[in-house]
C-alpha cells in the first residue's frame, strides 16, 4: 500500500461523563482490529482542555479498505459500542492534503 493512495479521514469523539477511560480503552481496541485486517492505520490525541474529547486522524488504506470497513460486522460492532459511551460530534470522510511540498521538506529536515 502506498502512502499516496491512503484516505485521510478525521473524527471528533466526546465520550460521555464518566466514560472517558472505557472510551480509551474501546478506541485502542478497535484500532488493534482495524490494523489487523490491514484497513486503517490510525493516531488518537486527547484533548488536555477536555480529557473526554478525543481526536482520531485515520488514514483508510485505499477506497476499498474503506468500503470493506462498511461492510464487516466486526467494525460494526465497534461503532455499535462506541455510541453506546460517546458521541461523534464531527467527522471529516476525506481530507486532502495540501502542504506545499518544499513546507513539507523544511518540518522534516
Not at 65 to 85: G, M, N, Y
Request: with cysteine; charged share 35%; hydrophobic share 40%.
Amino acid at each position: 500500500m502506498s502512502e499516496s493512495s491512503e484516505i485521510m479521514a478525521l473524527a471528533v469523539v466526546e465520550a460521555f461523563d464518566g466514560k472517558d477511560e472505557e472510551c480509551l480503552q474501546l478506541l485502542h481496541e478497535f484500532y488493534a482490529v482495524l490494523a489487523r485486517k490491514q484497513l486503517s492505520r490510525d493516531l488518537l490525541y486527547r484533548d488536555l482542555k477536555d480529557p473526554r474529547r478525543f481526536i482520531n486522524i485515520r488514514y483508510w488504506h485505499s477506497a476499498e479498505t474503506r468500503a470493506e470497513a462498511h461492510e464487516d460486522p466486526d467494525v460494526h460492532k465497534f461503532w455499535k459500542r462506541l455510541s453506546e459511551i460517546s458521541r461523534v460530534t464531527s467527522v471529516f470522510e476525506r481530507l486532502e492534503d495540501i502542504t506545499p511540498e518544499d513546507s513539507m521538506a523544511k518540518r522534516q529536515g
